[in-house]
């Protein structure tokens, strides 16, 4: 048990690298500038303010944005904020059903040709199994069980 307690890693102590840094009145104007005129495009508003990076930006506004929600900000602060950009939807690897061929029951969907061969192998399989039925072949038997069969039945 001594050995457990000393593999587990301690975690560092969190050390501040730079005093923070407020932004400074005119800053602030400039980004309400920008954020008027750029919307949510972060990089012509990093251009705009000139002194904060993206990042700054960023997490400036997200706190500027609820700061505005909570009805905290002051009358000149208050602007209409721009709608957040919207999400990508994620590409689908897997053949679905729905897009052209849905409303169109009648055409049949294009399947993956390794969807196809896996089909038609079932189909001739299924096929094969009938006409055995007919012959009076029992169909407890597959694969090489089943030729074992059909060879001996031949045989007789």
């Known amino acids: 048990m001594l050995l457990w307690l000393s593999a587990v890693q301690q975690k560092r102590p969190y050390t501040v690298t730079k005093?923070?840094?407020?932004?400074?009145?005119?800053?602030?104007?400039?980004f309400l500038e920008a954020l008027k005129?750029?919307?949510?495009?972060?990089r012509k508003i990093e251009e705009h303010v000139a002194t904060k990076t993206a990042v700054q930006i960023r997490s400036h506004?997200?706190?500027?944005?609820?700061k505005l929600t909570k009805g905290?900000?002051?009358?000149?602060e208050r602007i209409e904020v721009p709608p957040p950009r919207p999400k990508k939807k994620p590409q689908r690897t897997t053949p679905t059903v729905s897009g052209p061929t849905a409303s169109y029951p009648h055409v049949?969907?294009?399947?993956?040709?390794?969807?196809q061969n896996m089909l038609l192998a079932a189909a001739q399989q299924?096929?094969?199994q009938?006409?055995?039925?007919?012959?009076?072949?029992p169909l407890s038997y597959s694969g090489q069980g089943l030729q074992l069969m059909q060879q001996q039945q031949q045989a007789c």
Not at 61 to 66: G, H, W
């Open 19 to 30: 005093p923070r840094e407020r932004w400074s009145e005119d800053e602030h104007q400039r």
């Open 37 to 42: 005129l750029y919307g949510r495009q972060w």
């Open 61 to 66: 506004a997200q706190k500027f944005f609820s």
């Open 72 to 76: 905290q900000a002051s009358e000149s």
């Open 108 to 115: 049949q969907p294009q399947l993956m040709p390794p969807v």
């Open 126 to 128: 299924q096929e094969q």
């Open 130 to 137: 009938q006409q055995l039925h007919q012959q009076g072949v």
